[in-house]
């Protein structure tokens, strides 16, 4: 069955480290995969997209990458700070077509002043 | 752009009862989408409308939910004879292919809790 896995545990960093969180993916062919910021009680804030072509993305602190062939992405935020503290979700789309996303459980990441 | 708007922000009802939710999109968008999200898990799909049309449906979607959006605008989502089990995080999220990207832009969600 298909299954995306996220870091299993909570991710607590010093401030002005680089945090680094995973998503992995089985039995997925992804034309793209998204990663998303959700504050408690909020929704889902859209951060970065990266396509199936595409090794590496860059936005400002942030940098995804994309591995189809270790069927892997990894999120970094660079110069982390305090107000970086959230969860972080991947979510793959398999169509392209964004109808629908598949999302993971979520890493929540404490960036510690 | 006023975001994507979802009413009422918290919703407590008795098992059994029927509740309804309404989302309202960004203006321009013209697919909206309904998810659910319990705590600790991420968003689970749950039904796609382009425009006034419902094109998608989660297999895990139960007979007790329905979903409009009857002009293409805002969309309501109903629960008939609510159970425990669908105590979750409601989300809304619209978004536009024109923009020339699939990112989804998602409201604050009705927290619904069944007694």
């Known amino acids: 069955s298909q299954k995306i896995e996220q870091n299993s545990e909570a991710l607590n960093i010093q401030e002005g480290k680089t945090a680094t969180l995973t998503c992995n993916y089985t039995?997925?062919?992804?034309?793209?995969l998204q990663w998303y910021r959700q504050d408690p009680g909020r929704g889902p804030v859209f951060l970065l997209l990266?396509?199936?072509?595409?090794k590496e993305k860059r936005k400002e602190r942030l940098k995804v990458t994309f591995d189809t062939t270790l069927k892997q992405s990894l999120f970094h935020i660079t110069a982390s700070q305090p107000a970086d503290s959230a969860t972080y979700l991947c979510?793959?789309?398999?169509?392209?077509?964004?109808?629908?996303?598949?999302f993971g459980s979520g890493t929540q990441l404490t960036v510690l002043p | 752009d006023t975001g994507v708007s979802q009413d009422p922000r918290h919703k407590i009802t008795k098992r059994g009862q029927n509740v309804t939710f309404r989302c309202d999109p960004i203006s321009e968008h013209n697919r909206l989408y309904w998810y659910r999200q319990t705590l600790g898990q991420g968003p689970e799909f749950l039904t796609y409308?382009?425009?006034?049309?419902?094109?998608?449906k989660s297999r895990l979607l139960s007979d007790r939910f329905s979903a409009e959006r009857p002009k293409g605008s805002f969309s309501t989502l109903e629960i008939q004879r609510t159970e425990q089990g669908d105590s979750a995080m409601y989300l809304c999220a619209s978004s536009s292919l024109t923009s020339g990207t699939e990112k989804l832009f998602f409201g604050s969600g009705t927290q619904l809790s069944v007694l």
């Open positions: 990266i396509r199936e072509n595409e």
């Open positions: 039995n997925y062919s992804p034309a793209y």
């Open positions: 979510a793959l789309d398999r169509t392209g077509s964004a109808r629908q996303l598949t």
């Open positions: 409308f382009q425009n006034e049309a419902q094109l998608e």
